[in-house]
């Protein structure tokens, strides 16, 4: 059994991309922020808390945990969850650089191995004007979303530049990392 230890449905609508089946769950931890803990490392603590949160109560299962930490001049960015601050985020990303740390992290509960990496995007951001961002933001509605955007759609015309090894990462899962952790415990991908 593949258990996607998240709520979210563009990670759900990623890993449906690899054709395996699966369920999904809330790990139903709390995410608090530690003092002074880098991005990276923050991504990673918390995929595999979400992963291991649901493996504890399903040990036949292997489950993926992930996490994604988006900062622009060191500054965290959160989901916006309403158009103002939205609008006051995507003000400060303007002509900037944001970096989005994704992790990614499967344990197998069958065995208690467990596999972690980190794919590191740059997305450097157009000097947006106001009116860019309001026609943007009542397109997209990209309140539920980390930078107030959605590369996988309309948002990509927000950017200079993405730079990633990994694609899928920016929306939230890093499917070429996830594809070797599965096949390294035992799954056939594709």
Request: glycine share 6%.
């Amino acid at each position: 059994m593949l258990i996607l230890a998240s709520t979210s449905k563009y990670r759900a609508e990623l890993l449906n991309r690899l054709g395996l089946p699966f369920d999904a769950r809330d790990p139903q931890i709390d995410e608090p922020e530690l003092p002074g803990e880098p991005s990276a490392e923050r991504a990673s603590r918390l995929a595999l808390e979400k992963a291991e949160a649901i493996a504890a109560n399903s040990p036949q299962a292997i489950i993926i945990g992930s996490d994604q930490v988006a900062a622009v001049g060191g500054e965290l960015l959160h989901k916006p969850g309403s158009k103002t601050n939205a609008i006051e985020q995507l003000k400060r990303m303007r002509g900037q650089a944001v970096i989005f740390h994704t992790a990614v992290a499967v344990v197998d509960a069958r065995s208690g191995n467990h596999h972690q990496a980190v794919d590191i995007t740059t997305a450097t951001m157009r000097a947006l004007r106001d009116d860019e961002i309001e026609r943007y933001l009542e397109a997209d509605q990209p309140l539920d979303c980390a930078g107030s955007f959605k590369v996988e759609s309309l948002g990509i015309s927000l950017f200079d530049s993405v730079n990633t090894d990994d694609p899928t990462a920016l929306v939230g899962l890093p499917l070429i990392k996830l594809c070797r952790m599965l096949r390294q415990c035992g799954l056939s991908v594709p």
